[in-house]
């Protein structure tokens, strides 16, 4: 049974994606397929909403979708007839792949959103001969010299989605990982985490993942985490520090 600080956490992922995709709260919930317009919402992701948009989402129940104005009509006849692991199916996703190509782009995921809270994180420890450090978003900078993190940290001062926390790992005083948080929202922050080649699968990914969801978590923020459904290691370390699978998410770019 759901915790209560689990029952929370959904609540706000649904606020978001409600915000992202321009649909209610409820349609999560039920088991449809809900297909919205696109727009700009108070309380979404602050990525971009692309000119030929499609974004596809589940929670477990029902679909939600949301496209551009002119894809609108094609989305309906194409998906609003289907069940939700129909729209998943492989045959699907190539219909979509298909579809969006003219338009010169590529259907990405299925990707897995997971979501922790302090109820659910588990134990970690550094490794020995590991230290661990925590930089502030005004030290965050610091770190865009080191340019083997690209999956942590954004390089980018004035990004939309600026880094807001990172831990570091250091090996005998060289950086050898790096976990970055990234704002993706005002109450959902995105982890990322790069461990160099040499020094993965020693418990370091774990380390500074664990130690920077419990540094976003202490600043009342919902840490965040996406995979690939085929990255088994990504999720494998996620669940591992009690991540739990929150949504599912297609998306045209």
């Not at 129909?86 to 590529?106: G, M």
């Not at 390089?155 to 790096?178: F, K, N, S, T």
């Amino acid at each position: 049974m759901a915790t209560s600080a689990r029952k929370s956490a959904l609540q706000t992922v649904r606020r978001v994606l409600a915000a992202d995709l321009a649909c209610n709260e409820t349609d999560f919930l039920e088991d449809i397929v809900s297909i919205n317009r696109a727009e700009i919402r108070e309380g979404r992701f602050q990525f971009p909403i692309r000119e030929k948009s499609l974004s596809i989402v589940t929670m477990g129940k029902g679909v939600v979708v949301s496209c551009n104005q002119e894809r609108l009509q094609w989305v309906k006849s194409a998906l609003d007839h289907l069940t939700r692991d129909q729209i998943f199916s492989i045959q699907t996703i190539a219909i979509l792949e298909e579809y969006v190509k003219r338009d010169l782009q590529i259907i990405a995921g299925p990707d897995q959103k997971h979501v922790c809270t302090f109820d659910d994180l588990a134990e970690f420890y550094i490794p020995q001969g590991v230290k661990v450090s925590i930089y502030s978003e005004s030290k965050v900078v610091e770190l865009y010299e080191h340019l083997n993190f690209k999956h942590a940290l954004s390089y980018q001062v004035d990004h939309p989605r600026p880094d807001r926390l990172a831990v570091i790992a250091e090996y005998d005083g060289m950086i050898v990982g790096i976990a970055g948080a990234s704002q993706d929202c005002e109450c959902m922050w995105q982890i990322g985490v790069d461990v160099l080649p040499g020094y993965q699968g020693l418990g370091i990914g774990k380390a500074i993942v664990g130690t920077l969801t419990k540094a976003v978590l202490d600043q009342g923020v919902i840490p965040y985490y996406s995979t690939e459904v085929s990255h088994l290691q990504s999720r494998q370390l996620a669940t591992s520090l009690g991540y739990w699978p929150a949504w599912v998410q297609l998306y045209a770019r």
